[in-house]
């Protein structure tokens, strides 16, 4: 279901519709919302953003990363920016990078059997334009560790063109913090 979700958000990105197809598409979209609504659960039992085995966690709102190479402390996949991330002139929306890198990062960070931890800075360079519908190369490196703190690194590369770099810290939650 996300997939088609996926499908529709970046066909609906992409369409300037007469007023009858977007009259039409608005009560299609509509019915469809009828019909989950009876499944709302709490937020600690939702699907979404809950379920590692599908991508994105089957959080709707993350850019798909698809793991080609992972150990403890490096990691490479692959993403492509649908439509529906596009900023403009074919370049990638620059909160969607970020957003990206946050995922990707923080699931090297808790990899492995590490405790769970919260992103307490992600400083994001933007060094090209990064094109959408382009399929992308990201590296991910867990850097060092002090204490609670985690230093991570990140690149995205459109071929060998790097178009973003990150430096993230992620905290070690204490037992209980929230
Ligand atoms: C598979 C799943 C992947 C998911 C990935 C997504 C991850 C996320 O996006 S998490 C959501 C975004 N992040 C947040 O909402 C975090 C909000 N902030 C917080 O909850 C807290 O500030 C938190 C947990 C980061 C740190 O608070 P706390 O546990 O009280 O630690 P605190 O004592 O302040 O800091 C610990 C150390 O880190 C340092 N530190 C904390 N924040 C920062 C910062 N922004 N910059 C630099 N250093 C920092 C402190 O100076 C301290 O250093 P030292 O031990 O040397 O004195």
């Given at each position: 279901?996300?997939?088609a979700l996926r499908v529709l958000r970046d066909t609906a990105s992409g369409v300037d519709l007469?007023?009858?197809v977007a009259?039409?598409a608005?009560?299609?979209i ?30 709707a709102l993350?850019p ?16 492509t920016f649908g439509r529906y991330y596009l900023g403009g002139f074919g370049a990638a929306h620059?909160g969607a ?35 959408i519908d ?45």
């Amino acid at each position: 279901m996300l997939d088609a979700l996926r499908v529709l958000r970046d066909t609906a990105s992409g369409v300037d519709l007469p007023a009858d197809v977007a009259r039409n598409a608005s009560l299609d979209i509509e019915r469809l919302s009828g019909l989950l609504k009876p499944y709302l659960v709490a937020d600690t039992l939702q699907a979404a953003g809950r379920t590692p085995g599908i991508g994105g966690r089957a959080h709707a709102l993350l850019p798909m990363v698809h793991v080609d190479e992972a150990d403890d402390n490096r990691l490479v996949g692959h993403v492509t920016f649908g439509r529906y991330y596009l900023g403009g002139f074919g370049a990638a929306h620059g909160g969607a990078i970020p957003l990206m890198f946050d995922e990707i990062m923080g699931r090297l960070s808790n990899a492995v059997g590490r405790p769970m931890a919260r992103t307490a800075y992600l400083n994001v360079n933007f060094r090209a334009i990064t094109p959408i519908d382009v399929r992308l190369r990201v590296e991910v490196r867990h850097d060092r560790e002090e204490g609670r703190k985690r230093f991570l690194t990140a690149a995205l590369y459109d071929g060998e063109t790097v178009t973003a770099d990150a430096t993230a810290l992620f905290i070690t939650l204490k037992p209980g913090q929230r």
